[in-house]
């Protein structure tokens, strides 16, 4: 069973500086996407980013970005330039590439919140 | 395009009561699933769908009924409502050429008294 950790509750930034959220996972599978999920005090959940595994190259997303680390299982989101509409719970989720196998796994969040 | 649809938005159950979380989408996707998500404990799949007609068990399915006859509605049904069924619940769909991202509901906040 895949295992998604979440090690930081909750994180504070300034305004217009760049935090990065870790995210590690645990799995026995060699194809699989990761994602980041963000969902502000509405509760809509969000796709922030997505991170497929066969893919060396790092995604980006305009202000975001991940550092993908297939071999230390590490899947950490930049933001850059933080803004206020940035303050939210962010998950990182997990699903292995397996057709009629549509679970995604999610870690606990953390809490970032954007100070003005 | 209004997305995916959840209805109601809030919603208090006595304990033993029965009821349905009603899903739609009308973007013409083929997987549709349910997740639950508790403080603490991030969310958790419950049942999902990978075409009209056919469903099957996620990681939490107990006292949860779904079936999925037409492509853009996947309801969820609880039988007999327990105040452990207290949750926000999220609706999820994707298309087979989504590139496995998810759009999620806005979500049902559940209560059982």
């Known amino acids: 069973a895949q295992t998604v950790t979440q090690s930081q509750p909750e994180m504070s930034v300034q305004e217009a500086e760049t935090v990065t959220l870790s995210c590690t996972y645990d799995?026995?599978?060699?194809?699989?996407?990761l994602f980041w999920y963000k969902q502000p005090p509405s509760r809509q959940m969000i796709l922030v980013i997505r991170?497929?595994?066969?893919?060396?190259q790092n995604a980006t997303e305009n202000r975001f970005s991940v550092n993908f680390q297939k071999a230390a299982k590490s899947f950490s989101l930049k933001i850059s330039d933080s803004q206020l509409g940035d303050t939210a719970m962010y998950f990182c989720?997990?699903?292995?590439?397996?057709?009629?196998?549509?679970?995604?796994?999610f870690g606990t969040g953390t809490r970032l919140t954007i100070i003005p | 395009n209004a997305g995916v649809t959840q209805t109601p938005k809030f919603q208090v159950l006595k304990t033993g009561q029965s009821m349905t979380l009603q899903c739609a989408q009308d973007?013409?996707?083929?997987?549709m699933s349910w997740y639950r998500q508790d403080p603490g404990m991030g969310l958790r799949l419950i049942h999902y769908s990978v075409g009209a007609g056919i469903t099957d068990q996620g990681e939490v399915p107990n006292g949860y009924n779904v079936s999925r006859s037409t492509t853009e509605d996947f309801p969820l049904r609880l039988l007999s409502a327990a105040p452990s069924q207290t949750s926000v619940y999220f609706c999820?769909?994707?298309?087979?050429?989504?590139?496995?991202?998810?759009?999620f509901g806005s979500g049902t906040r559940l209560t059982v008294v």
């Open positions: 999820a769909s994707r298309g087979l050429s989504e590139n496995y991202g998810y759009t």
């Open positions: 799995t026995s599978e060699n194809n699989y996407y």
């Open positions: 973007m013409n996707h083929e997987y």
């Open positions: 989720a997990f699903m292995k590439l397996n057709f009629g196998n549509e679970k995604l796994t």
């Open positions: 991170q497929e595994a066969y893919k060396q």
